[in-house]
DNA sequence: CCTTGTTGCGCAAGCGTTTGCGTTCAGATT
DNA sequence: AATCTGAACGCAAACGCTTGCGCAACAAGG
């Protein structure tokens, strides 16, 4: 049995009462009680019963993260950039991996959050219904990917900015045929496929390029979605000279997929990404940067703002920098065109 | 406010005992009276407090799982697949991201967890003193790295064997210098950099090969170091021809240092990574390939075993396989030697 | 010397569950 | 008809804290 604050109390010869507010610093207390109290309990090793705690406060000091795969690079910067911020300001968080249809029907049907943390952090978009109900936990909200929902704090990046960049980029260098690897696919209605997509569309038009359809494919935002939307675009007809994908995971995929078909790059197809992946340098890629972490650091801050001040902050909205890294997947466009 | 068990005793007409039992699927109460709770329940949206219902039971079906850097993709996928396996069996998870040594020691001071969860899972080796501690919980413990603890069930991988498996293929490649890359650093006494290492030493020994210490570089286990300790093996008077990384992240910083060399991969120098990281594949990496999904998910599940079978199943140890992948990065030397 | 504040601490009532035990009551057993 | 047996349910006591309130004791102000 570990100690339970009643042992502490005996121990110093106090109450609980006093031991619970010498512990956790609350006045009424005086200075030599309230360290002979920290000594008695350090001593005995005893750190106060979390469950007790937060039934008995409401507080729980927990922090809800929701992400679609952990594992992931994206994903797992965010959370790690999160959860550094969160455990230095005194809070744990519980994770939920909601990648799979069933498991994020069955967190929130079941909510098992409720009355178990005091903020949520998401990195998946909820739908409506799922946004009503993180509503309905009472407690502040935020986000770093997707747009502007009510009641949620959000920190992101001008996804459109960004994909005119990458781009420009690529017009730039003369290129007409330029296609696109998007990640339009799955349930979540995001904005950011479609922002980028947007962009995208923009761009060719200020250039006068006529959009063809057939020049954009979906690649589900993995490295093998991205390989398969590379090969189908190889298929086409007249295939791009050059090719925008919407994830830096994608664009490796698609670089996989040029290297099967004994393509160079960037001499017969050029390739731009998205995101500044830690291994994109690595295999050279050019990429639109985004500051990652920092927005899991970010969102994570933002939280903890509107958990101290209860005055309660009107979420806000932040939008990161974006920047153009060029590396070694782009070039001017080979006369002959990729054959 | 959101429902109590007292609202859904009051609306269903029973007392709150009667409610407990029948949501949790206790004997005691008939099929209809149950049914008729549920309906009442869903109808109120109850969920009833972890908070209080953990400390009145004392279970609190939470796993902590601890990690060194959540953000890298070995640990990252490791947490995935776990998390999969203990959220599918109506556990939560309290995730502590403990990579620096200040969050580290405070996390073994404190000791957060303590009355918190049902069981831990460590993904980072616990010094002697901090596997106490976690002993201290007196909760089951598992771990995916390292060597044997006790009470602890490790799942893990053969080092020496994944290990000889790759240095013996550069050995029959007919390279002589073979250098390493290793991970030795960190106040982490981990046994896998000693395993490989030691496998290493004993290939080369086997082979006739002597060993030269100027072949070896740390690498940190990251990118940069990857990068880093190339750079280094390629400043020594006479470089290697091949090299085992033994890490895919370490092998591709390898690989940047190599194209700022402008050594050509494998002509050059032949480089052998380890993990079958899911960019390996995109970068052409020859690497030994480790379930690492796959130990997290085992890891978990021995872990839920333990928690069912009150009979104090005695820690196991599990070994996972591995195979060579063989992929573009290795070639017999060139006659001429990387110039 | 008697108020009026402070300060430091203890009392006890929760917080929302779980669970051992007691009670009730219908049906089975003598 | 009297007794026994379960099954189904309610009572109330934990579980280990937090916190509003009360009560001394003591300092300062009149």
């Given at each position: 049995m570990t100690a339970s604050i009643n042992d502490v109390a005996r121990a110093a010869g106090v109450s609980?009462?006093?031991?619970?507010?010498?512990?956790?610093?609350?006045p009424g207390v005086s200075d030599e009680v309230r360290d002979q109290i920290k000594a008695v309990a350090a001593q005995l090793g005893y750190t106060a019963?979390?469950?007790?705690?937060?039934?008995?406060?409401?507080?729980?000091?927990?922090?809800?993260?929701?992400?679609?795969?952990?594992?992931?690079?994206?994903?797992?910067?965010?959370l790690d950039a999160a959860e550094q911020v969160f455990s230095a300001a005194g809070y744990d968080?519980?994770?939920y991996n909601l990648g799979s249809p069933e498991t994020r029907k069955r967190f929130f049907t079941r909510l098992p959050v409720?009355?178990?943390v005091d903020a949520v952090l998401t990195l998946l978009i909820p739908e409506e219904e799922e946004s009503a109900a993180l509503r309905s936990l009472g407690v502040p909200l935020a986000t770093t990917v997707g747009g502007a929902?009510?009641?949620?704090?959000?920190?992101?990046?001008?996804?459109?900015?960004?994909?005119?960049?990458?781009?420009?980029?690529?017009v730039n260098l003369g290129h007409r045929r330029i296609g696109m690897i998007s990640g339009s696919s799955g349930p979540l209605h995001w904005t950011t496929p479609i922002d980028r997509r947007n962009a995208y569309l923009d761009v060719l038009a200020d250039a006068g390029i006529a959009h063809d359809p057939a020049l954009e494919a979906d690649g589900d935002y993995t490295v093998e979605g991205g390989e398969r939307a590379m090969t189908e675009l190889l298929a086409v007809s007249r295939p791009p000279t050059a090719v925008f994908a919407q994830s830096d995971e994608m664009a490796m995929g698609a670089?996989?997929?040029?290297?099967?078909?004994?393509?160079?790059?960037?001499?017969?197809v050029s390739v731009i990404g998205f995101d500044d992946h830690e291994l994109a340098d690595v295999?050279?890629?050019?990429?639109?940067?985004?500051?990652?972490?920092?927005?899991?650091?970010?969102a994570a801050r933002l939280l903890l703002r509107q958990l101290d001040e209860l005055g309660a902050e009107p979420p806000g909205q932040v939008r990161?920098?974006?920047r153009l890294v060029l590396r070694e997947t782009t070039a001017p466009p080979s006369p002959r065109g990729p054959q």
């Open positions: 609980a009462s006093t031991v619970s507010r010498a512990l956790r610093g609350r019963s979390r469950s007790a705690s937060s039934l008995a406060s409401g507080r729980t000091f927990t922090i809800g993260v929701l992400v679609p795969y952990v594992g992931r690079w994206f994903f797992g910067t965010v968080v519980l994770l409720r009355k178990r929902r009510p009641g949620f704090t959000v920190v992101g990046i001008d996804d459109r900015a960004g994909t005119e960049n990458a781009v420009r980029h690529l670089l996989r997929a040029l290297r099967r078909h004994r393509l160079r790059v960037p001499e017969d295999v050279g890629l050019t990429t639109v940067a985004q500051p990652v972490a920092d927005q899991g650091a970010e990161m920098p974006i």
